[in-house]
């Protein structure tokens, strides 16, 4: 049982690394884990220096692919809100000119796309 296999994992843990775990405990992800967190805690000054800084570059890597992937959305929404605009703005003027040239107000609405009130503005 789960117990179990922790019973065994704590008496037994400074007999054990990650690489002669028991199979019956490495299937336990969270076991695995507590394993890993046990050997940072027997590093030595150096290796555990290494180790953070090798854990910061990693943490820094994923923090800065993070903004990265979040510049990239907002640069995508920029360029779809600027569509729109130009999209609506160029309706605006086929409106105008149809408008001028008196088209019945249902076929500048199929035309364009716009609606009535926004053409009445025109």
Same mark, same amino acid.
């Given at each position: 049982? %789960?117990?179990?296999?922790?019973? %065994?994992?704590?008496?037994?843990? #400074?007999?054990?690394?990650?690489? +002669? ?5 490495? /299937?336990? =992800? /969270?076991?695995?884990? &507590?394993?890993?967190?046990? @050997?940072?805690?027997?590093? +030595?000054?150096? @290796?555990?220096? #290494?180790?953070?800084? $090798? =854990? ?8 800065? @692919?993070?903004?990265?992937? !979040?510049? $990239?959305?907002?640069? $995508?929404?920029?360029? @779809? ?15 105008? =000119?149809?408008? !001028? &040239? /008196? ?8 035309? %364009?796309?716009? %609606? ?7």
């Amino acid at each position: 049982s %789960t117990l179990e296999r922790w019973i %065994t994992f704590i008496n037994k843990a #400074h007999e054990y690394t990650k690489d +002669n775990l028991p199979k019956e405990l490495a /299937n336990d =992800e /969270n076991i695995k884990s &507590a394993m890993e967190q046990l @050997e940072v805690m027997y590093f +030595n000054d150096v @290796e555990k220096e #290494h180790y953070e800084s $090798q =854990e910061k570059k990693y943490l820094d890597k994923l923090s800065y @692919e993070k903004q990265d992937k !979040l510049r $990239q959305e907002q640069v $995508q929404q920029n360029l @779809e809100k600027a569509e729109q605009k130009a999209e609506i703005k160029k309706s605006m003027q086929i409106a105008k =000119e149809m408008k !001028l &040239a /008196n088209e019945p107000i249902d076929k500048i609405i199929r035309f %364009t796309g716009l %609606t009535k009130d926004q053409i009445d503005k025109l």
